[in-house]
């Protein structure tokens, strides 16, 4: 399975918590990784097309604020496995780099 590119992690991330809108994705990354990707609308929504062929996501339900559209966004579960999936994919890359910086602080050379 191919790893999953940081955009996608964290907009599946944020669908995680539950059904969002567009705006609410973008601010929700935006917290997640601590101002570090800032989603522009074209690249999420172009992503929500991709995640949606996928299977990954669904359309959740619409609604009309301020006479304009608002469509809402859902994990599928197959959306949830891929991303426990690709979060144990990271935790033990992290894990592998953890013990060999502990290493490396405990008498290895630079």
């Known amino acids: 399975m191919k790893s999953m590119q940081e955009p996608t992690f964290l907009i599946l991330t944020a669908l995680a918590a ?9 601010a929700d990354v935006e917290r997640i990784s601590g101002g570090q990707v800032r989603l522009r609308a074209g ?8 995640l949606q062929a ?6 959740d339900r619409e609604e009309i604020v301020d006479g ?12 949830t496995s891929r ?7 990271m935790r033990r890359h992290a894990r592998a780099a953890t013990v060999r910086l502990r290493a490396l602080g405990s008498g290895g050379t630079a």
């Open 18 to 26: 539950g059904p969002q809108h567009g705006y609410g994705i973008i």
């Open 43 to 50: 690249t999420l929504y172009a992503a929500f097309d991709r």
């Open 83 to 89: 991303l426990a999936a690709e979060a144990e994919r």
């Open 54 to 59: 996928e299977g990954l996501i669904a359309e």
């Open 68 to 79: 304009r559209v608002r469509r809402y966004y859902k994990l599928t579960g197959d959306g």
